[in-house]
């Protein structure tokens, strides 16, 4: 399979399927997904986010060592929605290097205060951040007030739901 014909070809679920099938665990066919993903033409690289996302949650010793390369692209601004949301939510649930902590509970803060900012990407930066601050409860006061603040606003369900688990993540009543 030629994987920048495949994700030209057709962005569905089901191609989506057939990608992550192609790849599996073979880890020279993620870098291949991962090169296109981080240096692809805009649509490309958005549309290969949905199956390197689903992969690297299967395998996350392949996006590891990419976790600075993804930080960087997550500081790209103007860029399509999905990038930043799939990025998102593979941090979610990777376990983060202490050095990559501090610029990444950056990025997270300013998504979570943008009100502009599409929905999933707020709720997954609200995720990475207290699983940031989970590790250093110095910096759980500071997310503590971002997501009091937005509580003073309407905000859509995934957010509220995401700001009672982080609640809950953290072990705080508010």
């Known amino acids: ?8 070809k057709e962005h ?12 599996g665990k073979d880890r020279e066919k993620f870098n291949e997904l991962f090169d296109i993903f981080l240096n692809g033409e ?9 199956p390197l996302s689903e992969i690297a949650i299967v395998y996350p010793q392949f996006i590891q060592p990419k976790i600075g390369l993804l930080i960087q692209k997550l500081k790209i601004t103007n860029q399509h929605p999905a990038i930043p949301r799939n990025i998102l939510r593979i941090f979610q649930t990777l376990s983060i290097p202490e050095k ?31 699983n940031i601050c989970s590790q250093h409860p110095e910096l759980i006061n500071e997310l503590v007030l971002l997501l009091q603040d937005l509580k003073q606003h309407p905000q859509p369900p995934a957010i509220i739901s995401r700001i009672k688990l982080a609640f809950k993540q953290l072990n705080l009543n508010k």
């Open 42 to 50: 805009s649509r490309l690289s958005q549309c290969a986010g949905w």
């Open 1 to 8: 399979m030629d994987l920048k014909e495949a994700i030209r």
């Open 100 to 130: 990559n902590q501090s610029e990444l509970i950056d990025i997270c803060f300013k998504f979570i205060q943008d009100l502009k900012a599409p929905i999933a990407v707020r709720a997954f930066s609200i995720t990475v951040a207290c």
């Open 12 to 23: 569905s679920k089901l191609q989506t399927l057939r990608i992550i099938n192609y790849v």
